[in-house]
C-alpha cells in the first residue's frame, strides 16, 4: 500500500494536465459557439478577459494569425506561459528522477 501511495504521489500531474489542455485547444471548433466553459457567460455576463482565449489559441495553431488576434491579442502570450510551464515541470521532473 505504502509503494502505491508513492507511486501515486510521483505522478506528474500538473504536466499531464497541461499536455492534455494543449490537445484539447487544438480540438477545439473556433467557428463553433455551442458550447462555453466559461462561467462568466454561463451566468448570463457576456464580458470576461478570458473569453475567446481557447479558439484564438486553436486558431493560432492553425495559423491564422489574423484572425487569431482579433478574437484574442494575447493567444500567443498564452501558449508561451504555458510551454514555459510544461518546460520547466519537465526540467523539474528530471532533476527528481534518475535518469541517465
Excluded at 458550447?35 to 482565449?53: F, I, T, V
Excluded at 482579433?70 to 493567444?75: D, G, I, N, V, Y
Excluded at 519537465?90 to 534518475?98: A, E, G, R, V
Aim: glycine share 8%.
Amino acid at each position: 500500500m505504502k509503494e502505491l501511495r508513492h507511486r501515486l504521489q510521483t505522478i506528474p500531474v500538473e504536466l499531464i494536465v497541461w499536455i492534455v489542455s494543449v490537445l484539447a485547444i487544438f480540438t477545439i471548433n473556433p467557428y463553433s459557439d455551442s458550447l462555453s466553459l466559461c462561467p462568466l457567460d454561463n451566468l448570463g455576463l457576456h464580458w470576461c478577459p478570458g473569453c475567446g482565449l481557447g479558439r484564438a489559441m486553436n486558431l493560432l495553431a492553425r495559423g491564422e494569425f489574423l484572425a487569431s488576434w482579433k478574437m484574442h491579442p494575447l493567444a500567443s502570450f498564452a501558449y508561451g506561459v504555458i510551454f514555459h510551464r510544461i518546460w520547466v515541470l519537465i526540467k523539474q521532473l528530471k532533476s527528481k528522477t534518475h535518469y541517465g
